[in-house]
């Protein structure tokens, strides 16, 4: 088997890449969401939710969190590729069923919402990361859209938040549970959303960002789902108005997607209600760039919002893991090489993955931990080669403006604007 490492840190990584000090663990649940429309048999002659069947919806999450500092266990894990199926070993530093760290309070909780098709190991090295730095890690297999469940789009229209929601509540009461490994373990009152493309479509519903009237209206297209189940995303309702959970307390999104396709508008982006970290490429085919992400982030006023660029690099950018071995093959039935689904054209995956730890670090730790040192390694000159690198005896001259936390010569090729709620 190929080793398939998740946990490669680069020796041109910015400083926030490298793993916290915490050892980490890692464990499959399978959560269950009761009676909830089966998207994907819904047929064309079932005109209102009433008439649609309903199924008890199965989530399966990996939860990645602190472990204690005994520890010992596999660091192994198994995970489909996009095949959906072929199993292949990935290998990391968590701990299969390590015994988990103690805490008075509770560790932050991150929720992890992968993108279509996808799985909850895309992001593993994001999670497996973020754990060993003092956070509950919990990435979702979104059932109907994943390898091996791949069979609605529709359904990840619909079931992205309503997917994002219901893991929260139940990792909040499996958090109050003395049975469950969780007990005391997770602050559900202090969470983020990380999302990728369809993952992040979904986040930017659950964090305030309602649908147009048009995406929820539409009965043709690809981007479409049955009639009535977007209702309760309607950005003009009260009930949306309504649905947002406080406990949300910040969301970083990858190439999200949504308003190239009239889902989002510059009405409705103004609806966020949290500070969002937002990551895209400037050559993004997929979603868009000058009108997908980027408008996305503009629009998005009245909150801090910070937006990374990686410039050059297409729609896998910053979030896949590296591919794994195994998916350098070209699969008769799909009809492209495996590995596309994973790589950028112009970036390395690790790369990527170690600048976007670095950035979703210092994010996470302002606006979950309210560590105000973060804020450093956000304000930033916008274009990374205007930066200058000027350190004398270890302390930056008066024309440094190289950016934080970037050794010299490897802050290339990216752009990062930070705008406050006021602007």
């Given at each position: 088997?190929?080793e398939?490492?998740?946990?490669v840190?680069?020796p041109d990584?910015p ?8 050892m ?13 429309i089966d998207?994907?048999?819904?047929t ?9 069947p309903r199924?008890?919806?199965p989530?399966p ?14 660091t192994?894990l198994k ?11 990935l290998h990391?530093k968590a701990m ?11 560790f ?9 098709p996808g799985n ?6 994001i999670a497996?990361?973020l ?5 509950v890690v919990?990435s979702?297999d979104?059932?109907d ?15 992205r938040s309503?997917?994002q929601?219901f ?8 958090s109050?549970d ?5 007990n ?5 009152g ?8 369809m993952?992040a479509y ?8 309602g649908?147009?009237?048009?995406a929820?209206?539409a009965?043709?297209?690809?981007w479409h789902?049955p009639a009535?189940?977007l209702?309760?995303?309607?950005a ?27 889902f ?15 990551i895209?490429?400037?050559n993004?085919?997929t ?8 408008p996305?982030f503009?629009g ?7 937006f990374?660029?990686?410039?050059g690099?297409?729609h896998?950018?910053?979030a896949p893991?590296?591919?794994?071995e195994?998916a350098?093959?070209?699969d008769?039935?799909?009809?492209f090489n ?11 995956n690790?790369?990527?993955n170690?600048?976007?730890?670095h950035?979703g670090t210092?994010?996470l730790g302002?606006?979950l931990?309210?560590?105000?040192a973060?804020?450093t390694?956000?304000d ?5 080669n ?9 302390k930056?001259?008066?024309d ?6 970037f050794?010299?010569?490897t ?8 705008l406050?709620?006021?602007?």
């Open positions: 088997m190929a398939n490492r998740i946990d840190i680069r990584a400083a926030l890449a490298a793993y916290g000090d915490q980490v663990g890692v464990r499959e649940l399978t959560l269950v969401h009761k009676d909830q998207i994907a048999n819904v064309a002659d079932m005109t209102t939710p009433d008439q649609m199924y008890d919806r989530l999450v990996e939860i990645w969190y602190p472990a204690d500092s005994e520890a010992t266990g596999s192994t995970a489909y590729m996009r095949d959906g199926k072929t199993l292949v070993d990391g299969l069923d390590a015994a988990p760290a103690k805490s008075e309070t509770g932050p909780l991150v929720i992890v919402s992968h993108g279509y909850r190991f895309l992001m593993s090295p497996e990361n754990a060993s730095k003092g956070y919990v979702i979104h059932t859209t994943t390898y091996s469940t791949l069979r609605s789009f529709p359904s990840a229209l619909v079931n309503e997917d929601m893991v929260l509540d139940e990792i909040a009461r499996l109050q003395p049975d469950s490994f969780l005391g373990l997770v602050d559900a202090d969470t983020a959303i990380i999302g990728y493309s993952g979904g986040t930017l519903v659950s964090v305030g960002i649908l147009t009237d048009q929820v209206d009965r043709e297209g690809f789902a009535g189940t209702e309760r995303y309607r003009s309702s009260p009930a949306y108005r309504g649905r947002f959970d406080p406990r949300i307390k910040t969301a970083i999104v990858f190439a999200p997607a949504g308003y190239s396709s009239g989002f508008d510059d009405e409705t982006l103004k609806g966020i209600r949290v500070p969002t970290l937002f895209g490429g400037s993004d085919d979603v868009g760039y000058k009108d997908g992400v980027l996305t503009q998005a006023k009245g909150v801090d919002r910070g990374l660029v990686f410039e690099a297409n896998n950018v910053g893991m590296p591919a794994p195994e350098w093959v070209y008769p039935d799909l009809k495996l590995a596309m689904h994973y790589t950028d054209f112009v970036w390395d690790v790369r990527m170690n600048i976007a730890t950035f210092a994010w302002k606006y931990k309210g560590d105000a973060m804020q390694y956000l930033l000159v916008p274009v990374s205007d930066g200058v690198y000027d350190m004398v005896d270890g930056p001259a008066a440094h403006t190289y950016w934080a936390g050794q010299p010569r802050a290339q090729a990216l752009r990062f604007d930070f406050s709620a006021e602007h």
